[in-house]
């Protein structure tokens, strides 16, 4: 709600569990049956509901693209890629084909190496650009308080930075991932607007690295008792119990790193030169939600789809059962009839469990785990100076006709 | 009601222009075909036209309802109370409607055309194309470890627990098995160790897997009536091996399998190996990939003192028995040309029915029963 003072703004979280619940059965039933086709659509639709559910000041984001309108990118991309990503993919098949065997040569060891990192190498700067032309295309279809979000027309710069940034993180072992990150998200950033107002991402790179110190600490716990156990050629038993530790502790420190990299970022955001923001989600809460939420939805899931799968098998056994015998050993004679009639019984059952453990899975972990997580973001972010968004105005249309076709062909699309 | 005013209870209104919410107060007017919406600083009034009026749904708005209007491009009415919602929506006759962007539905159709014509270009003439160049360049032993592990894949799909589950072993039938496969082999001058075997499935069918695996369905050899006709299709089978055609045939389905998987979009994962895995098994070679094996098995047979004759015997047994069946029972009997595949076979023939027989009575027996006392059922 907004503060009195009219100065600054929390961000509401408004959804509720049934009515998403609803749209996610909804949504990815229409999805399955469709054979992916409704995916398009039900993006847009999930996407609706999740933009309108996020209100800073009590006032809903909304999501304006449409499903026909990724639909139709989606046929642009597959139009432009379809050609490329099937030699890409045989280079890869055969590549990989070379490793089965072992070279007998450093040289064509070095040739099949060369090989498989020139195909990858091809699909990377794509990947980079779907990635920049997508989030243009998110943002030219959200609007809050009516006025349009916008990205500007910069994808290339974006591809050669990304390209660059990504063999300066290789060649330093990762210890230069922070600047990579920082360097990216401030040229996409400082590329966006709200109505006039235009984003600008502050801050020094290197500040992201006290995020990143239980991923240090996490790497040492394995690396040293490896390279100590190594040298001593044996196996030590507190050696192995410290490694494990760290085995727990890398993962929860990446978890740290990402909500920590996100505080320091947003908290050097600023939007048309004053409005701020702060936000400070909590690694242990998310750990928390993520968790629970996964187990939830994948216990309660795999439970249905059982229950469901075990009374078809009862219905299916009944009816034949209800049979005379002698047509029972007729089937048995034609042993052929008999082994095609189970074998597509079976096939059957795995894909009725499946289809209902995907529809439920995947719409139950849009309540119990994506709502969950941005209603906790959501309620630790504020915006302040809010005073500033009096002399920001509608900004123009961005007419993308393929939409985030790119990255959905290259399924590299944002979460959501 | 003509002529009545009825106003509503206030509701807010972004105008679109600057992110200013106003509370504003709702009118229809005097010949009820126009929303009016005004409120203290909205300015001008806003006159929104019944028919024009759309209701964005999937709203996470609980009671409330979002409202726009097809004529006044970013401005929208947000309503909280259900009674107000519910009194918009009795007015407005076309709440639905999609206004789609004019000419959509011909960039849709163009850009469908382009995307099928692209598909088909990548899967029909450039992958296959490809693939051929490629599966002579893989080493005999690559060929050998991928055939490995796509048969173990096989197995899995086919309904075996572990490696090897599938595949029937008895002492005589072992050797029965053996003595067929060396009379066979012997005449063909090739660089794969050729490993045949039996599996316990009951369909008529028979494949070869990259590196010179040929696998018989128990349901093959219990539908032979003699094993010449066995030793046929397996000439047949070692014509494919020595071919490379099941190493084309893994090129093209991985090239094609990203397509399907990018087409398909990513809630079904393993549709990718899914599909390698059954192309493997229906094995549709291309109409001159079997022909090109039935003239090698005419050969090798004819080299083996073995009559061709029996091949074309048992196409057209099966034909009679199941018809021209598609799909589960291989390429075998899928191919269009069934019966022109056993004339030729009958012409090809060089033994005039003497010739010494692959196996003795005893054997044979040994052979159908490979699989254990699963007896199959004869003709």
Same mark, same amino acid.
């Given at each position: 709600m907004s503060d009195a003072s009219g100065n600054s703004i929390a961000v509401d979280y408004r959804g509720s569990p049934t009515p998403l619940l609803k749209l996610g059965l909804a949504t990815t039933f229409l999805t399955v049956v469709t054979l992916g086709i409704y995916r398009f659509w039900a993006r847009a639709r999930v996407r609706r509901y999740f933009w309108s559910a996020l209100a800073p000041g009590g006032d809903g984001l909304e999501y304006t693209g449409t499903g026909l309108e990724k639909f139709l990118g989606f046929l642009i991309a597959v139009a432009f890629l379809a050609v490329y990503l099937g030699l890409v993919q045989l280079g890869l098949f055969f590549a990989g084909l070379s490793l089965l065997s072992e070279a007998e040569t450093q040289a064509k060891a070095l040739a099949q190496m060369a090989g498989q990192y020139i195909t990858l190498l091809a699909v990377l700067p794509l990947i980079f650009y779907a990635q920049y032309r997508g989030r243009r295309y998110i943002l030219s279809r959200t609007r809050w308080r009516g006025l349009r979000f916008g990205v500007d027309r910069a994808a290339f710069g974006y591809v050669w930075r990304g390209m660059a940034y990504t063999v300066l993180s290789i060649a330093t072992l990762g210890l230069l991932l922070p600047l990579q990150m920082f360097r990216l998200e401030k040229y996409k950033v400082d590329r966006t607007w709200f109505g006039t107002g235009r984003f600008e991402q502050g801050g020094r790179w290197w500040t992201l690295y006290p995020a990143a110190k239980h991923v240090v600490i996490g790497i040492l716990l394995i690396a040293l008792p490896g390279v100590m156990m190594g040298l001593r050629q044996e196996p030590v038993v507190w050696a192995i119990v410290v490694m494990a530790l760290g085995a727990v502790w890398l993962p929860v420190g990446i978890v740290y790193y990402i909500v920590h990299s996100f505080r320091v970022l947003t908290g050097h955001k600023t939007l048309n030169g004053v409005i701020r923001f702060t936000s400070l989600p909590r690694t242990g809460k998310v750990i928390g939600l993520y968790l629970l939420g996964s187990t939830a939805a994948s216990l309660i899931a795999s439970t249905v789809a059982t229950l469901l799968l075990a009374i078809a098998a009862g219905v299916i056994a009944a009816a034949f059962g209800g049979m005379s015998t002698p047509d029972l050993d007729a089937m048995i004679a034609g042993e052929l009839r008999m082994d095609y009639a189970t074998g597509m019984l079976a096939v059957a059952g795995i894909a009725l469990f499946y289809i209902v453990f995907i529809v439920l899975f995947s719409a139950l972990s849009m309540v119990m785990i994506r709502q969950p997580l941005l209603a906790h973001y959501a309620a630790e972010t504020t915006i302040l100076n809010t005073e500033g968004l009096k002399t920001i105005t509608q900004r123009a249309g961005d007419k993308m006709v393929e939409a985030e076709g790119f990255s959905d062909a290259l399924d590299v699309g944002a979460g959501i | 009601m003509t002529g009545t005013e009825t106003t509503y209870a206030p509701a807010t209104f972004y &105008? $679109?222009?600057?992110p200013v919410s106003h509370v504003v107060s709702l009118a229809v007017s005097d010949d009820e075909h126009l929303l009016q919406i005004s409120g203290a600083g909205l300015e001008p009034e806003h006159y929104w036209p019944l028919d024009d009026i759309r209701e964005h749904r999937d709203q996470a708005l609980r009671d409330g309802a979002m409202f726009g209007c097809r004529t006044d491009g970013v401005a929208r009415l947000t309503i909280h109370k259900p009674e107000t919602a519910a009194a918009i929506r009795a007015m407005c006759p076309h709440l639905s409607q999609r206004d789609v962007a004019p000419r959509t539905y011909r960039k849709v159709a163009f850009w469908g055309l382009g995307a099928v014509a692209s598909v088909l270009l990548i899967v029909l003439v450039i992958i296959p194309a490809l693939a051929n160049r490629l599966a002579v360049l893989i080493p005999v032993e690559q060929e050998v470890a991928l055939g490995r592990s796509v048969m173990n894949q096989l197995e899995g799909l086919l309904g075996g627990e572990r490696r090897g589950d599938l595949t029937c072993s008895s002492p005589a039938g072992d050797a029965a098995l053996q003595k067929m496969v060396a009379r066979l082999a012997a005449q063909v001058d090739s660089p794969y160790d050729l490993q045949v075997r039996v599996l316990?499935? $009951?369909?008529?069918n028979a494949f070869a897997v990259p590196g010179g695996q040929v696998v018989l369905f128990r349901g093959l050899i219990g539908d032979a009536t003699s094993p010449e006709m066995v030793a046929g299709v397996l000439a047949h089978e070692i014509g494919h091996v020595v071919n490379r055609d099941p190493t084309r045939l893994m090129l093209r389905a991985a090239g094609s399998a990203g397509i399907m998987g990018m087409l398909l979009g990513d809630f079904t994962g393993g549709t990718a190996i899914l599909l390698v895995s059954e192309q493997m098994v229906s094995a549709k070679y291309h109409q001159g990939a079997e022909e090109d094996a039935d003239s090698f098995a005419h050969a090798i047979l004819a080299d083996a003192g073995l009559p061709s004759a029996a091949l074309g015997e048992f196409f057209g047994q099966v034909r009679e028995k199941? $018809? &021209?069946?598609?799909?589960?029972?291989?390429?075998l009997v899928s191919h269009p040309d069934l019966a022109g595949r056993a004339q030729r076979a009958e012409a090809a023939d060089v033994t005039a029915g003497d010739y010494t027989p692959v196996l003795s009575d005893a054997e044979w027996q040994a052979l159908r029963g490979i699989c254990g006392d699963t007896e199959v059922e004869s003709n």
């Open positions: - | &105008d $679109g222009r600057t316990d499935n $009951g369909m008529t199941y $018809g &021209d069946v598609e799909g589960f029972l291989s390429h």
